[in-house]
């Protein structure tokens, strides 16, 4: 088969190297890729959420099949665009279709699913400019801390978490009036905190059959300890080491089981990865969200522990047929660093001369914000590559990781020296 992954980051680099180890792949293609996926397949200059320019690409490489690998694509509609058309139909596309794919889309429609569905949640209410009165007579019925969740798509910056009710009510004001993320943030669902410890849950559904991939905890903040602000992720472990075979009962029978009849149900098509946002409260799971597609950069601790042939598992969801898969998982652990550029989540340079990719032993480097400049590798994102390692524990994973960031430098390269901490 040829192949596209729409993307430019680790997931879709991450994605590239497991499909380029199947035997059905024939011609891989990336678009827009990055220096990672350069070295083992052809970057293609196009944008994800250009659907013409797609279909071009498609119909010019004979690509049997596309997996988009980013939300924007998939919540704009680029599933139903394919089956819309003629000339595209026959392809296979790795992701839900637009109306299942406002799970990730709207919070609130996920908020409304979940409820719908009985399924375990925060305790929420949404408000737009209209009501934001009536937003902070919500807010005062809350103990802090206060949860605000920008409705829309923000680059997974539009959740804030404040401790000071004044100084939420004021944030709640900047989204809604002062539109602080956009039109992402024209609506906003204000939720009750959740204490606990945090996880993703990965399924592949095919819409009617499904299989749990290996749970993964990722780090959002940029400072050590979890503080700071949130980025797009700092690094990540897998399997959990607190989701015992108990616990993770609970996440099928509670989470996984109604989500799933749930989408049958409320007849939202989806053929791909659903990741759950999950928070262990005491000895019980709760959804805090819902993305309709892999995680970054879990997908880089859970890919290499998958066995089984990527394209094949990707060949039985477009045919209906998971079922008949069986995942085969690497037992050891499997841990990422994420190296970003200096300023990261705010201000940061870009094009900064990469060194010391070629003295990395023993482990996977994925490359995010990076591209190749004149032969040279260079920085072009926030963040830049993570660093993923095996282990018979995640603490001999992880030391792994660090020992080869040693080696690697850029200018003003910063990284969390603390993932897995609260494991």
């Not at 980025?231 to 009962?249: D, I, Q, Y």
């Not at 946002?277 to 969200?289: A, F, N, T, Y």
């Not at 201000?347 to 480097?365: F, M, P, Q, R």
Request: hydrophobic letters at 40%.
């Amino acid at each position: 088969m040829n192949i596209l992954i729409l993307g430019s980051g680790g997931r879709e680099h991450t994605f590239a190297w497991k499909i380029a180890q199947s035997s059905l792949c024939n011609s891989l293609y990336v678009a827009p890729g990055n220096s990672g996926t350069n070295s083992i397949a052809q970057n293609l200059d196009i944008k994800v959420t250009d659907f013409q320019a797609i279909k071009t690409t498609v119909l010019a490489h004979q690509i049997d099949m596309v997996v988009v690998g980013p939300e924007d694509p998939l919540v704009q509609g680029i599933h139903d665009f394919f089956l819309n058309d003629t000339q595209l139909k026959h392809v296979a596309v790795i992701g839900p279709q637009k109306a299942a794919a406002e799970l990730e889309g709207s919070k609130e429609f996920a908020k409304e699913f979940l409820y719908r569905h009985n399924i375990p949640t925060a305790a929420y209410q949404s408000f737009d400019a209209s009501n934001v009165e009536e937003g902070y007579t919500f807010l005062d019925t809350l103990n802090p801390p206060y949860v605000l969740k920008a409705d829309g798509l923000a680059a997974g910056k539009g959740v804030l978490i404040l401790n000071d009710l004044n100084e939420a009510k004021t944030e709640l004001k900047n989204m809604l009036v002062n539109a602080k993320f956009g039109v992402a943030s024209s609506k906003v669902v204000i939720e009750e905190f959740l204490d606990g410890i945090e996880l993703s849950c990965f399924v592949l559904t095919d819409g009617k059959n499904y299989k749990i991939l290996p749970t993964a905890k990722d780090y959002k903040r940029i400072g050590e300890g979890d503080t700071g602000l949130n980025t797009g992720g700092m690094g990540a472990v897998s399997p959990v080491p607190f989701a015992t075979e108990e616990f993770l009962n609970k996440i099928e029978e509670r989470v996984v089981k109604p989500t799933i009849n749930g989408l049958q149900k409320d007849n939202l098509p989806y053929k791909g990865f659903v990741f759950i946002g999950l928070i262990k409260v005491g000895d019980d799971p709760k959804v805090i969200e819902y993305n309709v597609r892999m995680g970054d950069p879990e997908t880089e601790v859970v890919l290499p522990r998958l066995k089984t042939d990527l394209v094949e598992i990707f060949k039985a969801i477009s045919e209906e047929r998971l079922n008949e898969i069986n995942l085969e998982i690497d037992e050891r652990a499997a841990t990422t660093v994420m190296l970003v550029s200096g300023g990261y989540p705010e201000a940061y340079e870009k094009g900064k001369a990469i060194t010391g990719l070629e003295k990395v032993k023993d482990s996977l480097v994925f490359h995010a914000g990076a591209i190749t400049k004149n032969e040279k590798v260079v920085t072009s994102g926030g963040r830049v590559m993570t660093i993923t390692s095996y282990g018979n524990t995640y603490e001999e994973a992880i030391k792994k990781s660090y020992q080869n960031i040693n080696q690697l430098h850029f200018d003003k390269m910063y990284y969390r020296k603390d993932i897995g901490f609260d494991l």
